[in-house]
Nanobody, 121 residues
């Protein structure tokens, strides 16, 4: 099973920016809406953002709306998350996955290692 590969995380100060990338197998990327999820210490994985197959329709959690932008590059099978005005609460391990609404698509198991984002105040 080919896993997704996330990159672009790092340590930044509050107010800074990062751009995350996720490369998926073509069959996955070309068949489903895709999204980003975040897991923080002691918390369950939570929805961050999603984009439909066309790339024109997006959804965001309330906590990141207006600061993050999700996009997809179909020829490169790559999903992006531009994160601006970062806050310490944005800290966590970010992973991408095919979505159904604001949830991980049922049956998906090819999680990558994720990319860690740490925001200091």
């Amino acid at each position: 099973q080919v896993r997704l590969v996330e990159s672009g995380g790092g340590s930044v100060q509050a107010g800074g920016s990062l751009r995350l990338s996720c490369t998926a197998p073509p069959r996955t990327f070309g068949s489903f809406p895709m999204g980003w999820f975040r897991q923080s210490p002691g918390k369950e994985r939570e929805f961050v953002a999603a984009v439909d197959l066309s790339g024109r329709n997006t959804a965001y959690s309330d906590s990141v709306k207006g600061r993050f932008t999700i996009s997809r590059d179909s020829p490169r099978n790559t999903l992006y998350l531009q994160k601006n005005t970062l806050e310490p609460e944005d800290t966590g391990l970010y992973s991408c996955a095919p979505t159904s609404g604001r949830a991980v698509r049922t049956g998906f198991s090819a999680w990558g290692q994720g990319t860690q984002v740490t925001v200091s105040s």
